[in-house]
């Protein structure tokens, strides 16, 4: 897993298509092609119950795109095109995980159920227009 660093943040200002968003920032803000944005909504503001000090919000991350046209002051982004293999031999699999494009099943963590307090169950994914967005280098 690459290391991301927080470049600047934006906002969504056009959806051209289903594959194709406009964000407000561009060569004059230092975004290259290749930059990776994470659309997101601020989530719900985390509260330590032993200090009482806020630890920041839990944002929902609608969706990570890439950086794939730069303009003076607006960038467009889309998703990573993946390449799926239709064949399920040994091989498409190894090279299915060698370049990443493998789906992954989340695995279930040893919890106390009496203290699910939940967070993202009820979280709208939907991309908008004016939707914050944070753009990150690797």
Known sequence: MSIKILKSEASVIKIIDQYK???????????TAG?????????????????????????????????????PLMSICEKEKLV????????AAVTTN???TSETEPQKIKIDPEEISGGFED???????????RIYTT
């Open 84 to 91: 799926r293999n239709s064949t399920q031999n040994s091989l």
């Open 35 to 71: 930059d990776i944005v994470e659309v997101f909504e601020i989530g719900e503001e985390i509260i330590d119950p032993t200090t009482s000090r806020s630890l920041g919000t839990m944002d929902i991350i609608k969706d990570e795109l890439l950086v794939t046209t730069v303009y």
């Open 98 to 100: 060698i370049f990443g």
């Open 21 to 31: 968003i406009v964000i407000n920032k561009g060569i004059e803000h230092e975004v």
């Open 123 to 133: 979280s709208d994914t939907t991309i908008r227009i004016g939707d914050p967005v």
